[in-house]
């Protein structure tokens, strides 16, 4: 037999080249049967799957079939592996087909689907768009598209919305530190709804702020305390002449002419700009920090050193100033315990049992 | 003319007596008041030649070389140059000048009184005005405390600059507002009249205002001091931030206050509008 025969060798003789053409069309016949193996099998479910694949595979390797119907191997194998949720391996038996035969519109949709899941929404509308040309009429194609560049669309959209939130932080975290604030860990935020610092229409900053009272445990939140407004200002509104006291006092010691306020000073360590920025945007208690931010201040991350110590606040100050006061780190939040001269509770929690 | 003007010039950098050095810059403080000899003599290096003579020892020197300054930064040309604008070394000139206005010491003879003046045309620029506000560079709060000098080339100048830098409140207000402690002394106290306030109305003041409000006090005889204050709170009031720091140092009622002592027309006026934008715009308020 003329098995061995080079097939472009000069001297095949007539019985050769009739044992190579019985051999061709074994072989073809063998894909054939493998190729519809391989579909019974689809047809089988699930279970089945993998041997499908190994049949197409089988038949693929042949290499007997023109390129119209190996084109069809390979688009049915991508359908498998799209079942599979292989959607890498859908993909490149998709494109392999399409570049054996570009009229292989199957083969576009199955490719398409496999670029969608993967995530690469350019190349799935280019597949559907390469099927399309060869069937503008294409049903499925057209919906595919269409359910694609939908989803382009939300996703520009979340990008963008992302962007502008994370520009915006960005510009309140770089005038916070400007202003000379420094910020440390959040620890008040269940006290305080997760509640942020915001900028106003000329570019004031405006704060929410917490006060404590030591004495009983209540407190008082200031939903917008702007910069350069007073603590005497806020301090009317809170215990003005209209205003009932705190069920609390008993004794009628909170009232306007006898509260004070304190900060703690020093209670550190500040957050670095990116913890700062993760801070503003994201609300969680322990920011996660956000690269790619300058940290000029770095070394001052470090845990504070200095002694705590009860602070006194002129009331007639503006928040702006006791905010960027060098020793005054702010959880979060600006947070002022509030204290009465008239109660015996004043001289023990400054001299600091408390 | 041109040649003489540049030998003129070409003077000033080498070494010569100080006498001569004196009649030099006094010749070209003359001949820069006319506008084309100004801009000669700016082209040719004037701001920078005056810069780096002025904060030298002959004190007398020094303030002829102010005075050629504010004449050359009338024009816009002299104020770029001085603003040494898109150069690296931007607002090194200014801050040198506000450096040395603010070292001089009262009673002994102020040779940089001057220096205000040149900060109200350095302000005409908008580059000017936001190098004066920068919170960063502090000199705002140089230039301020200045406002009750008895040298009314000081007084003038400073209120004029903070009035130019008022308008940009739009966009500055936080940085006008960050020296409030210095500000509304200086805009306040001119209008507040001779009266002394009694203390329902200090105790609504920060002690930089209550404690000179409660005293016997010479008032601002000045009547384009007392206007350029209005206008320059007026600039600050018609933004609501700008409204409510005001109302928060009890300005409305200094203005009250001052206003029943004021005769002069112009003056009055300026009141007025001040005081209808506070009345119309109105926030909420505890009186």
Same mark, same amino acid.
């Given at each position: ?9 000069? &001297? ?9 053409? !019985? #051999?061709?069309?074994?072989?073809? %016949?063998? *894909? @054939? $049967? /493998? ?68 009229? &292989? ?9 496999? !670029? #969608?899941?993967?995530?690469?929404? %350019?190349? *799935? @509308? $280019? /597949? ?227 | ?287």
């Amino acid at each position: 037999m003329a098995l061995w025969l080079e097939p472009d060798s000069e &001297n095949i003789t007539p019985e050769a080249q009739t044992d190579l053409d !019985a #051999l061709s069309a074994l072989r073809e %016949s063998a *894909a @054939i $049967e /493998l190729k519809e193996k391989g579909n019974e099998y689809v047809k089988l479910g699930k279970k089945y799957y993998k041997d499908a694949i190994d049949c197409y595979s089988r038949a693929i390797q042949q290499k007997s079939m023109d390129a119209v119907n190996t084109s069809i191997l390979h688009a049915n194998r991508a359908q498998v592996h799209l079942l599979l949720g292989n959607n890498r391996h859908a993909l490149d038996d998709a494109q392999q087909a399409i570049t054996l035969n570009k009229a &292989n519109v199957k083969a576009c949709f199955r490719g398409a689907k496999a !670029a #969608l899941a993967l995530g690469s929404i %350019s190349e *799935a @509308i $280019e /597949l559907c768009s390469l099927g399309l040309k060869e069937e503008p009429e294409n049903m499925e194609l057209s919906k595919l598209k269409a359910i694609i560049e939908n989803k382009a669309k939300e996703s520009a959209a979340a990008d963008a919305e992302r962007a502008s939130k994370v520009a915006k932080a960005q510009v309140l975290a770089s005038i916070i530190l400007d202003r000379g604030v420094s910020v440390g860990n959040p620890d008040y935020e269940e006290n305080t709804a997760h509640r942020r610092p915001w900028l106003d229409d000329s570019k004031l900053l405006h704060w929410p702020v917490l006060l404590l009272y030591p004495e009983s445990m209540a407190s008082d939140f200031i939903e917008d305390f702007c910069e350069f407004d007073t603590f005497a200002a806020h301090l009317d509104n809170i215990f003005g002449p209209d205003v009932a006291s705190p069920a609390w006092d008993s004794k009628c010691n909170y009232t306007r002419e006898k509260v004070r306020l304190f900060y703690k000073s020093n209670k550190g360590p500040k957050l670095s700009k990116g913890q700062l920025l993760g801070y503003l945007l994201e609300g969680k208690s322990l920011p996660t920090e956000i690269k790619d931010v300058e940290d000029i201040n770095d070394n001052d991350s470090q845990p504070y050193k200095y002694l705590h110590e009860w602070k006194i606040v002129p009331e007639k100050s503006s928040l702006h100033d006791i905010l960027a006061r060098k020793d005054h780190i702010i959880p979060g939040i600006p947070v002022f315990y509030v204290l009465s001269k008239g109660s015996s509770f004043y001289d023990d929690f400054l001299s600091g049992h408390w | 003319m041109a040649t003489e003007l540049d030998e003129l010039i070409g003077f000033l950098s080498s070494p010569s007596p100080q006498e001569a050095r004196k009649s030099i810059i006094e010749a070209l403080v003359n001949l820069s008041q006319v506008p084309k000899l100004g801009e000669f003599i700016i082209q040719k290096g004037g701001i920078e030649k005056s810069m780096e003579l002025i904060g030298g020892q002959v004190q007398i020197l020094n303030q002829l070389l102010t005075l050629l300054i504010v004449n050359l930064t009338q024009s816009d040309l002299g104020v770029k140059r001085l603003l040494q604008e898109a150069d690296k070394l931007e607002g090194l000139y200014v801050r040198k000048l506000v450096r040395l206005f603010s070292k001089a010491s009262e009673g002994v003879e102020d040779y940089y009184e001057h220096v205000a003046s040149i900060l109200v045309n350095v302000t005409q620029r908008e580059s000017g005005r936001r190098l004066i506000l920068d919170p960063k560079k502090g000199l705002l709060k140089q230039i301020l405390p200045h406002s009750d000098s008895t040298s009314l080339v000081r007084r003038k100048g400073v209120i004029s600059t903070v009035r130019n830098c008022c308008f940009e409140a739009e966009n500055e207000l936080a940085s006008i507002l960050s020296v409030s402690q210095y500000l509304w002394p200086a805009l306040l106290l001119p209008l507040a009249g001779k009266q002394i306030f009694r203390k329902e109305d200090t105790s609504k003041m920060p002690l930089e205002l209550a404690n000179p409000l409660s005293h016997e006090r010479e008032s601002e005889g000045e009547s384009c001091i007392r206007i350029e204050a209005a206008e320059a709170l007026y600039l600050i009031a018609r933004h609501e931030g700008g409204r409510k720091a005001l109302w928060s140092v009890n300005g409305p009622r200094i203005l009250q206050i001052g206003y029943e002592d004021e005769e002069d027309h112009e003056v009055m006026e300026a009141y007025e509008r001040l005081g209808s934008l506070l009345v119309n715009e109105g926030i909420v308020h505890e009186s």
